[in-house]
C-alpha cells in the first residue's frame, strides 16, 4: 500500500466517475478523425492550415503586404539588381577588356543574363498561385489571356479584332493613295500589341513547351522594346489576376507591381537582339489558306525601294541580296514594276549589308535610287540602306550593281518619317554624305580636317576589334564602307591634292589613278625579271617587289571578278580587301615615288607631302595588326590567300 501511495503522488488521481461517463461524440466523427490522423506527417494538424488560410483570405491588404513583405521586398531587390546588372552589362560599365580575350564570352553573357531574367519572371508569377496548371506560370496567365480577348477561331491570323480592323485600314489607305499598291515607298504599320507578339512565337515550329515559349516571348518582347508595356497590358485584367492568384501573391499587390514594372521599363534605354541571335534557325509557321502545308516561313521580311523619282522603275531584271550577321540569302528578283514586296528566308540576323542591281536590259535600264528600306516583320526592326547614286551604263561611274550599307533605324527616326510620308513628304531623304559608296563633286577638305577623321575611323576599327561581341554596337562593315568609315575617309585623302581634272575629259575617279599605278608597277617588274636593276625604292628592294606583285594581283582580281562595279565600286572594294591582305599602309611609299603621282597629284596631298605621308602610315600601321574578316558581299567573293606575308 505504501508504494502504491508513493506512485499515486506522481501522477494526477482520476476520477472513477468521470471516466465511467460516455463522452458526447457526433457519430462518424470519429473515423474521420483516425484516417486524417493516419495521413498526417511530423505531428502536424491540419485544422491549422485550414484556420491560416481562412485568416490570410480575410486580411486587409495592408495585413497581407506586411505578411508577405520579406518575400516582396526580395523580389523587388532581385528585380532592381538584375536590371542594373543588364543595364550596366549593356552600356560597358562593367568594364571593357581590351585584350585577345575570347570574344563570345561577352555574348554568353548577356544570353545568361536575359535568361535569368526569363527565370526571375516565372518566380515572380508562380507567387501565390491559386493552383499550378502548367509548367510555365507566366504563360499559363497570357494563354488566360489569350482565351479571353482572342477566340480560337481567329488565332490564325494572329490577330484580334481590333488589330484586324485598325489593320485593314491602313492597308485600305495605304493602298488608295496610289493607284498601284506595288509603287508605294511607305510601310505599312505592323501590330504591336502582346496577342500580335504571342501568336508569333505560338507560330515557331521548335518551341513547343509552355516555359520555351515564354522565354521566346520575352526576349522578343525585349528586344522589341516592349516588355514592360506587355506585362502592363497582361496584368491590367483584374479578373484574371482574381481567379489565378491569391490576395496575397505579388502580382496583386499594387504599388509593389508598379514599381517592378518600372524597373523592367528601364531596359528600354538599351538594344537588344536577344530574340534574334538566340533562334538562328527558327521555322516560324504560318496557317495561312494561301500558302501550302510544306511552305515554311523562317522570318518575313517587307522590302521597299524608294527611287529618286517617285513612282520610276527600271526595264532591267533587277536583283538584290540581303546579309546579315547570321546568313546571307541568294539573289533576289524583284518583280517588275514594283517598289514594294515580302520576303520570305530564314533568319539573316542583324541585317548589315545589301546588294543591288540589274542587267541593263530594256529602254529604261539606268535607275536612280536614293535608298532602301527593310523591315523585319516579327521584331519590327526596320534598317535602312542609303544609296543616292545611279544604276546602269553609261551614266554615274557606269555600275550596274552597288553595295549598300545598313543602319538601324530608331523609332523615333521611323515615328518622324511616317509623319513626313502621310504629310506627303518622302520617307527622309539621305544626306549627300550617306549616299554609297561615294558621291562625286565633294567638296574638298582641309588636310587637318581629313587628319582627325582618319585618325578616329582607325581608333574606332581598333576598339572595335579588341571588344567583346556583346559590346560592339556595330559591324566592321559599317565601320569601313559606311558614312565616315574607312573608305569614305580614304576617298578624301587620295583626292586632296588630285589633278585628274587637267587628265581627263568629263568625269574622273580615283580608280583611274590606281589602274595606271598598277601598270607602272608591272613595267617595273618586268624590267626586274628581265635582269635590267632598277634604283632601289626602299632600303628592302625585296620588300618592295613585293608590294608591286601583290598591288598589281589584287588590281587585276578586282577588275575580272567585279565587272559590274564601277569605278566607285572598285576602289571601294580595293581599299576593303588592302586592309584585309595588310597592304594599305606598305603601299604608300611605292605609290608616292611613282611618274603617274607626280604627274596626277599636287605637291600639297598626301602622297607628295612627306609630313602628311609619314602620317599616313603611321596613322594605318596598327591596322595591320588585325586580322580582318570581310563578310562576301564585301569581298565579292575574292578569297583571301592562306598566308600572305609581304
Known amino acids: 500500500m505504501n508504494t502504491r501511495t508513493v506512485v499515486s503522488r506522481q ?19 470519429i473515423p474521420r478523425a483516425s484516417s486524417l490522423r493516419k495521413g498526417l506527417s511530423f505531428g502536424k494538424i491540419p485544422t491549422g492550415n485550414v484556420d491560416k488560410s481562412k485568416s490570410s483570405q480575410d486580411m486587409s491588404p495592408a495585413l497581407i503586404a506586411q505578411a508577405n513583405w520579406t518575400f516582396v521586398e526580395k523580389l523587388l531587390k532581385d528585380c ?21 580575350s575570347n570574344a563570345s564570352d561577352g555574348a554568353v553573357e548577356e544570353s545568361t543574363l536575359v535568361t535569368s531574367l526569363c527565370d526571375f519572371l516565372e518566380r515572380v508569377w508562380s507567387h501565390g498561385l491559386q493552383k499550378k496548371r502548367g509548367k510555365s506560370a507566366l504563360w499559363t496567365h497570357m494563354l488566360a489571356y489569350q482565351e479571353k480577348y482572342q477566340p480560337v477561331s481567329k488565332r490564325d491570323s494572329y490577330l484580334n479584332t481590333d488589330e484586324m480592323s485598325r489593320l485593314s485600314k491602313n492597308l485600305e489607305n495605304w493602298s488608295t493613295h496610289c493607284s498601284d499598291a506595288k509603287l508605294r515607298t511607305d510601310l505599312p504599320e505592323l501590330p504591336t500589341s502582346l496577342l500580335f507578339d504571342m501568336g508569333n512565337i505560338q507560330g515557331m ?16 518582347a525585349l528586344e522589341k522594346k516592349q516588355l514592360s508595356k506587355h506585362l502592363r497590358t497582361l496584368l491590367s ?10 490576395r496575397l501573391a505579388f502580382l496583386r499587390s499594387e504599388e509593389e507591381r508598379e514599381q517592378f514594372l518600372y524597373h523592367l521599363l528601364s531596359l528600354n534605354a538599351v538594344d537588344y537582339f536577344c530574340f534574334t541571335t538566340t533562334y538562328p534557325s527558327t521555322d516560324v509557321q504560318q496557317q495561312s489558306n494561301l500558302l501550302n502545308d510544306d511552305c515554311i516561313l523562317v522570318i ?93 551604263r553609261g551614266v554615274d561611274d557606269g555600275s550596274t550593281e552597288r553595295l549598300l550599307v545598313g543602319t538601324l533605324v530608331s523609332k523615333k527616326e521611323e515615328m518622324e518619317e511616317s509623319t513626313t510620308v502621310k504629310q506627303g513628304g518622302s520617307l527622309g531623304r539621305p544626306s549627300p554624305r550617306s549616299r554609297s559608296p561615294a558621291m562625286p563633286q565633294k567638296a574638298e577638305m582641309k588636310p587637318s580636317q581629313i587628319q582627325h577623321m582618319l585618325g578616329d575611323c582607325v581608333n574606332k576599327i581598333v576598339k572595335w576589334h579588341y571588344r567583346r561581341s556583346s559590346e560592339r554596337h556595330t559591324t566592321l562593315t559599317a565601320l569601313l564602307c559606311s558614312e565616315n568609315g574607312l573608305v569614305s575617309c580614304l576617298e578624301n585623302v587620295f583626292l586632296l591634292g588630285f589633278k585628274s581634272g587637267r587628265l581627263f575629259m568629263g568625269k574622273h575617279y580615283l580608280w583611274d589613278y ?72 606598305r603601299m604608300l611609299v611605292p605609290m ?33 595588326e588585325l586580322d580582318v574578316v570581310l563578310e562576301k558581299s564585301v569581298s565579292h567573293g575574292i578569297s583571301s590567300p592562306s598566308a600572305h606575308h609581304v
Open 11 to 29: 501522477f494526477p488521481i482520476l476520477d472513477k466517475e468521470v471516466l465511467n461517463k460516455t463522452p458526447v461524440v457526433n457519430k462518424g466523427s
Open 300 to 392: 518575313p521580311y517587307h522590302i521597299v525601294i524608294v527611287p529618286n523619282k517617285k513612282g520610276t522603275t527600271s526595264s532591267a531584271n533587277v536583283w538584290m541580296v540581303l546579309s546579315g550577321t547570321l546568313s546571307e540569302t541568294n539573289r533576289i528578283s524583284v518583280p517588275k514594276a514594283t517598289l514594294n514586296f515580302p520576303y520570305k528566308h530564314k533568319n539573316l540576323g542583324v541585317l548589315t549589308t545589301l546588294r543591288i542591281g540589274h542587267d541593263n536590259t530594256g529602254l529604261y535600264a539606268k535607275w536612280m535610287i536614293d535608298y532602301i528600306v527593310v523591315r523585319n516583320d516579327i521584331t519590327g526592326h526596320t534598317y535602312k540602306f542609303p544609296c543616292g547614286r545611279w544604276l546602269g
Open 80 to 100: 532592381k539588381a538584375k536590371t542594373k546588372r543588364m543595364l550596366l552589362a549593356k552600356l560597358g560599365a562593367e568594364g571593357v577588356t581590351l585584350s585577345n
Open 592 to 624: 608616292s615615288v611613282c611618274k603617274v603621282t607626280l604627274e596626277m597629284y599636287e605637291e600639297t596631298s598626301f602622297l607628295r607631302n612627306r609630313g602628311l605621308l609619314t602620317f599616313l602610315r603611321q596613322i594605318l600601321l596598327p591596322l595591320d
Open 237 to 246: 485584367d483584374q479578373n484574371i489576376l482574381r481567379s489565378q492568384y491569391k
Open 205 to 220: 515550329a521548335d518551341v513547343k513547351t509552355g516555359i520555351g515559349m515564354a522565354r521566346a516571348w520575352v526576349r522578343l
Open 514 to 585: 590606281f589602274v595606271r599605278v598598277k601598270e607602272q608597277f608591272e613595267n617595273e617588274l618586268l624590267e626586274e625579271l628581265s635582269g635590267h636593276k632598277t634604283t632601289s625604292l626602299e632600303r628592302n628592294h625585296q620588300e618592295t617587289v613585293a608590294v608591286w606583285r601583290c598591288y598589281c594581283h589584287l588590281i587585276e582580281e578586282i577588275t575580272q571578278s567585279s565587272k559590274n562595279l564601277g569605278k566607285d565600286g572598285k576602289f571601294q572594294l580595293f581599299i576593303c580587301l588592302s586592309v584585309r591582305e595588310h597592304l594599305l599602309h
